[in-house]
């Protein structure tokens, strides 16, 4: 149980960090370079991306992005795995007790990307519950 256990922590906490470059990554490309747009991050975190914040923000792409973010990462959510919409929390906790445990395995993925999309794009959303699911 213990060896089990190990390696259900281990590809958890690979996953989570996964995610989190992944994600980092998606908002320096789509935010920083195409809007312009490259707020500081929380304080104590490191930069995985270092940004120069020295370009003109693109007024209309703070509008653009989010939307067409949220259009994609909902497309792919819905049409790949319907589980993973919500932020997560709720999904892991379903799965444990109405599904015997059973999360499909496309599911970490579809998160990841909905997620990062989303993320990426300035939308609204946190990391928690996301990397409860993908840790589920």
Same mark, same amino acid.
């Given at each position: 149980? !213990?060896?089990?256990?190990?390696?259900?922590?281990?590809?958890?906490?690979?996953?989570?960090?996964?995610? #989190?470059?992944?994600?980092?990554?998606? +908002?320096?490309?789509?935010?920083?370079?195409?809007?312009?747009?490259? =707020?500081?991050?929380?304080?104590?975190?490191?930069?995985?991306?270092?940004? #120069?914040?020295t370009?003109?923000?693109?007024?209309?792409?703070?509008?653009? !992005? =989010?939307t067409?973010? %949220?259009?994609?990462? $909902?497309?792919?959510?819905?049409?790949?795995?319907?589980?993973?919409?919500?932020? %997560?929390?709720?999904?892991?906790?379903?799965?444990?007790?109405?599904?015997?445990?059973?999360?499909?395995?496309?599911?970490? +993925?579809?998160?990841?990307?909905?997620? !990062?999309?989303?993320?990426?794009?300035? $939308?609204?959303? %946190?990391?928690?519950?996301?990397?409860?699911?993908?840790?589920?």
């Amino acid at each position: 149980m !213990a060896g089990l256990a190990i390696v259900v922590g281990f590809v958890a906490g690979a996953g989570a960090v996964g995610f #989190e470059y992944l994600s980092q990554w998606a +908002f320096h490309l789509i935010m920083d370079q195409l809007v312009g747009y490259a =707020p500081s991050g929380p304080h104590g975190e490191a930069e995985l991306l270092h940004s #120069e914040g020295t370009r003109q923000i693109v007024l209309w792409g703070l509008i653009v !992005a =989010p939307t067409l973010g %949220g259009l994609v990462s $909902g497309f792919i959510c819905f049409r790949y795995a319907p589980e993973a919409k919500g932020h %997560g929390t709720d999904a892991a906790i379903e799965a444990y007790h109405h599904k015997g445990g059973a999360v499909r395995a496309r599911v970490p +993925f579809v998160k990841s990307i909905t997620t !990062a999309i989303t993320l990426g794009t300035g $939308g609204s959303g %946190g990391r928690e519950g996301p990397i409860a699911q993908i840790g589920a």
